[in-house]
């Protein structure tokens, strides 16, 4: 490597630590927060990002320095809407901190462009720098463990490594789910298998946190739970029939007809807004 790219790559290294101000998520049900359910406001959703822009607040805050955060993130979309109408939307509220992860739903297709899916999303974070913003992505997690998920742990592992490629590229931080162990343990995934509890966006948010630089009790969010009872043969047999009853058979006559469980779903937090911090 030449003097010249070795100087470039340096300048876009991400810088550790900042304080934002101004903090905009878009993505899909993952940034929604699906399935951390506010207690107060049954059908609203918190999730990791949420959490995320509490402890930012904090910092902000504390920083003698105001805060506002906005999440453009609806369920069920795909990676045009996250790059297309939600990008604008945000490039337009003047962030300096922007979460995106999209692709995610576009992968479960069968016949998934992983490089047209990495090229998008590079396009999106070359729009995003040039606004002014820093860009926080995030991997997807090993599905080795999950029983009908795991033959995509080939794209989810390329995705990632996309992902790490276009952040080392143009400066972003990145939430690596992918090295988090303790994500691979299903009782911090909720009953449909594909969103996280409470605790798991708790979690991602802590290291989220971490990602940016700030410092976090990295033992209390990247630790396994204690190891869990064996299930015997026919309990599994259940409950996966149980799940396939209840979540993959709607999920599927959805995919036939053409919807998406967010059709009908609008941002939960589409202006900037202040919060309170952590």
Not at 131 to 136: E, H, K, M, Q, R
């Amino acid at each position: 490597m030449s003097e010249a790219m070795t100087a470039n790559n340096l300048t876009h290294l991400p810088e550790r630590g900042k304080v934002w101000h101004r903090y905009v998520a878009i993505g899909d049900s993952f940034s929604e927060g699906m399935s951390d359910e506010d207690p107060a406001m049954p059908g609203v959703y918190v999730g990791w990002a949420d959490r995320l822009a509490t402890h930012l607040a904090g910092i902000a805050h504390a920083a003698g320095g105001e805060f506002a955060y906005a999440n453009l993130a609806v369920r069920g979309r795909l990676l045009a809407d996250v790059v297309g109408p939600q990008l604008d939307a945000a490039l337009g509220l003047g962030p300096d901190l922007v979460s995106m992860v999209g692709g995610g739903n576009d992968i479960l297709r069968p016949k998934a462009d992983l490089d047209a899916i990495a090229a998008r999303l590079e396009q999106a974070v070359v729009r995003l720098r040039e606004g002014g913003a820093d860009v926080l992505l995030a991997t997807p997690t090993d599905p080795a463990g999950a029983p009908l998920l795991r033959h995509l742990r080939g794209r989810h592992a390329i995705h990632s490594a996309n992902l790490f490629s276009i952040a080392q590229q143009h400066g972003c931080y990145v939430i690596n789910q992918w090295g988090m162990r303790a994500l691979r343990d299903f009782r911090l995934w909720s009953e449909d298998r594909i969103h996280m509890t409470s605790e798991g966006h708790r979690r991602v948010a802590l290291n989220a946190l971490s990602a940016l630089g700030h410092d976090t009790d990295r033992a209390d969010w990247s630790t396994p739970l204690p190891p869990a009872p064996p299930l015997a043969r026919r309990e599994a047999a259940a409950a996966n029939a149980a799940w396939a009853r209840t979540h993959l058979a709607p999920w599927v006559q959805r995919r036939l007809r053409g919807e998406s469980s967010g059709d009908t779903v609008m941002a939960k937090r589409p202006e900037l807004t202040p919060i309170d911090p952590a």
